[in-house]
């Protein structure tokens, strides 16, 4: 068929994010915009499902440090937490635990257990992937309302190396070396942060810092023209800070009491291994995977373990080969055991998965996938997704998705209360993409509408005995990205999110932002190699519990804006000045009541690659 209308219209949207530019030693190549949004990837132009790739141009450009600031502020996705090493992110206004977090599409959190943002460094990240809304029919539980995918180095051709130093309040350190062939490729990358930190008593105490190191490396050969093996295996080890909560406070100044002694050890382990082969008509593809993933945070939870293995085949019904084809099924068998050294019984969950990709007209793509898992602990379960992409004649694409997702108790809930079940999320979204031509850019407006049912809730901050509410907690709103080049060395970006998000009785859901903006631009100066960036971000409507009052009830957190600024400076090919200030304006603003932020922070840097 003729994919013309849905590739120039991809060219136009992508052309901001991921255009190729020779200004500075750190450019990439155009990246094909696939994402991993089912359980085959998808085209982001066929994609259905409302997504956001973040580009390693972006985080360049931007000058993100950690994933959590390429994640803040991104258009229905809101960060936030008690400090630095305990943010959750939230997307659409759902729970923490109903994100998903991958790295090179293996679990990041073991066990049953959400996963927190804890330093996660973008020195050796290729690009972040958001999808938003259920996600149940290709990754499972945990996949509620949207899937963060993190994925690192991808080896090019050749060999190539490059390394970093920042200092300020703190330093990072990273080196990655990558080596690609006809039939093999392999990537390594190591770092290294020492952030100082701040107070997170806002007393003015000693300093909760953290420290955190990581190794990830893949890699991928070619055994046969039509088998290839492959692997990826993460090692990170972090130490942090924290403070003590009074409990006797009778105000936020007081419910954080800076403790220089308190401070938790933290193990990751990740790893994957895979084995692909194709036919000879490349029309029929099978894979098999074992994943496995093992954390460990000293003083706080019991060692946890998650394995999956996997074998997914793909079919192009029409006979063409897997890439181009126009009718995709996919087939996707599943093992998955969750397993926590506190408990004596395993977590055993057997799926099946199908999915199919057309095209029923030149401009009109669908996606639609079903799931079933059978659970050794809970009730059964089937999920359903479906999306679709539609192209208009004047370039505007409609976007539409819709599923339902399921989320089963953790360890720790069930064995509190064995009478709590699983909680189900309902939702759908309908978008409209405009291109603005004039700008070399686009506008994408996105209604969203979610209803979580049977959520798992504590009656209060200190309760360990969680509850099962009835009724329907709703969330609902809308996103609006835009992206524009206004002339040829500036871009601008812009992201709003508005959420109402309410629970059973109507009441406003604690810590997502009823209104947060994002605008990011990126000026490339003409005459000298220097790219100077800047963004804003700024909250309205964010609500938390006083949790020093009798009964902890819900207040509204006053309003926030918290700007930052970027350069990069090539001194030669090869080697960049950097230069970063986060916090510009020395914003006084907390995102949970009694935790305070930290102030203005520089830093200062070099970066090289061969």
Do not use: C
Not at 68 to 87: C, D, H, K, M, Y
Not at 224 to 229: C, L
Not at 270 to 277: K, P, R, T
Request: a negative charge.
């Amino acid at each position: 068929m003729n994919k013309a209308i849905p590739l120039t219209a991809l060219a136009l949207a992508a052309g901001v994010s991921t255009n190729v530019y020779a200004q500075t030693s750190q450019t990439t190549e155009l990246e094909p915009i696939i994402v991993s949004g089912g359980i085959s990837p998808v085209a982001a132009d066929e994609f259905g499902r409302s997504n956001t790739v973040i580009t390693r141009r972006d985080i360049e450009d931007s000058g993100y440090a950690t994933v959590q600031q390429a994640l803040e502020a991104q258009p229905g996705v809101s960060i936030n937490g008690t400090g630095p090493n305990e943010r959750q992110i939230r997307i659409r206004g759902g729970e923490g635990n109903h994100t998903l977090v991958l790295i090179d599409g293996v679990r990041a959190a073991s066990g049953d257990n959400e996963f927190f943002l804890r330093g996660l460094d973008t020195s050796y990240i290729q690009r972040i992937e958001i999808l938003r809304g259920p996600q149940s029919v290709p990754y499972g539980t945990d996949a509620a309302t949207g899937v963060v995918n993190i994925i690192t180095r991808e080896a090019g051709e050749g060999v190539g190396f490059g390394a970093s130093a920042e200092f300020g309040e703190g330093d990072r350190q990273s080196a990655y070396v990558t080596r690609g062939t006809e039939s093999s490729k392999l990537s390594l990358s190591v770092s290294n942060l020492n952030d100082e930190g701040y107070d997170f008593s806002g007393s003015g105490g000693e300093k909760d810092g953290t420290r955190w190191k990581s190794l990830n490396t893949k890699g991928s050969l070619d055994l046969t023209a039509r088998t290839t093996a492959g692997f990826s295996f993460r090692i990170a080890d972090a130490r942090y800070d924290f403070d003590d909560i009074d409990n006797s406070a009778n105000s936020a100044d007081g419910y954080i009491v800076d403790n220089p002694d308190k401070q938790r050890d933290l193990t990751e382990r990740a790893g994957s291994v895979y084995l692909n082969h194709r036919t000879s008509d490349e029309t029929i593809s099978h894979r098999l995977r074992v994943d496995r993933t093992a954390n460990q945070t000293d003083g706080f939870a019991s060692d946890t373990t998650t394995d999956v293995g996997q074998y997914r085949v793909q079919v192009a019904l029409d006979e063409a080969r897997i890439e181009s084809s126009d009718q995709l099924l996919s087939l996707l068998l599943e093992r998955r055991v969750d397993g926590d050294e506190s408990e004596s019984e395993d977590r055993e969950n057997d799926s099946f998965g199908a999915e199919y990709q057309t095209w029923l007209s030149d401009a009109l793509s669908v996606q639609a996938g079903l799931r079933y898992d059978h659970n050794n602990l809970f009730d059964n379960s089937t999920t359903w997704n479906v999306a679709s992409s539609y192209f208009l004649d004047n370039g505007l694409r409609l976007h539409a998705s819709g599923g339902k997702a399921v989320v089963n108790p953790s360890f720790f809930e069930i064995s509190n209360n064995p009478e709590i079940f699983p909680e189900k999320n309902v939702g759908f979204d309908i978008g409209l993409e405009i291109p603005l031509y004039r700008l070399d850019g686009s506008v994408d407006v996105t209604y969203f509408k979610e209803t979580l049912k049977d959520k798992i809730d504590f009656p209060t901050p200190t309760s360990f005995i969680p509850i099962q509410i009835d009724g329907d907690s709703d969330r609902e709103g809308v996103e609006i990205t835009a992206r524009g080049r206004p002339t040829e060395n500036i871009d601008i970006d812009l992201a709003y999110t508005y959420t109402d998000a309410t629970n059973p009785d109507g009441n406003v859901e604690t810590r997502r932002p009823r209104n947060e903006l994002g605008i990011k631009g990126t000026w490339r100066l003409p005459t000298i190699a220097t790219t100077l960036s800047g963004n804003v971000r700024y909250v309205r409507g964010l609500f938390d519990e006083e949790n020093w009052k009798t009964d902890s009830p819900v207040a509204e957190l006053p309003n926030f804006t918290v700007a930052n600024i970027a350069v990069n400076h090539s001194i030669t090919d090869v080697v960049d000045l950097t230069g970063r200030v986060t916090n510009l304006f020395d914003e006084d603003y907390q995102e949970v009541w009694g935790y305070a932020t930290r102030g203005r922070a520089a830093f200062v840097g070099v970066r090289t690659s061969w």
